[in-house]
């Protein structure tokens, strides 16, 4: 990898760094073509994506940025599994993880916090951006359905007890 090169990779690393949610940093030793394959598959169905680069690189990269505290954790054989979405890398990563043994999660980052490999974990347990928007739309919905529903049982009620008088006449 000539000069040239190097300084691209370094660009497009700092430009990871700085737009996703959420970055995932993960020792891949022993990791087989399909696995990493499988994981790639995994991360752009979630809308992210897999990146592996030279430690020494990605540490350049992060000089000067808000999570450059990320450098701690870029050790060995490193891959960056990252998402503009804060939680949907850290869902995937977490899943992989579970499958495949090989895949250690050793931590990541969110925005400029760091975190460790529990913080890794509680960011996947979170609600992804389309559940969040799904519960939000939900509960705007829910107190037109309570208006409709209290508008409507006047009528039901005096329906019903209309009903009993009737019943109470006939029987009499």
């Known amino acids: 990898m000539d000069r040239a090169q190097k300084k691209r990779v370094v660009e497009e690393l700092g430009q990871i760094f700085e737009n996703s949610g959420v970055v995932v940093v993960a020792h891949y030793a022993g990791l087989t073509v399909a ?3 499988d994981l790639r598959a995994r ?10 680069a030279k430690n020494r690189l990605a540490k350049i990269a992060l000089e000067g940025k808000p999570n450059a505290g990320l450098a701690d954790f870029l050790t060995g054989m490193t891959v960056l599994i990252y998402s503009e979405d804060p939680v949907a890398a850290a869902k995937v990563a977490e899943a992989f993880a579970k499958d495949n043994k090989k895949l250690e999660i050793v931590g990541g980052a969110m925005g400029e916090t760091i975190l460790d490999r529990d913080g890794v974990k509680a960011v996947s347990e979170m609600p992804s951006r389309e559940e969040l928007i799904a ?22 009620n005096i329906a019903s007890i209309l009903t009993t008088i009737e019943e109470r006449a006939e029987a009499a």
């Open 135 to 156: 519960q939000i739309a939900g509960m705007i919905g829910a107190p037109a359905a309570n208006i409709a529903g209290a508008i409507g049982a006047p009528a039901s």
């Open 43 to 52: 991360m752009r169905e979630a809308g992210g994506s897999v990146r592996v």
């Open 35 to 37: 696995e990493m394959q």
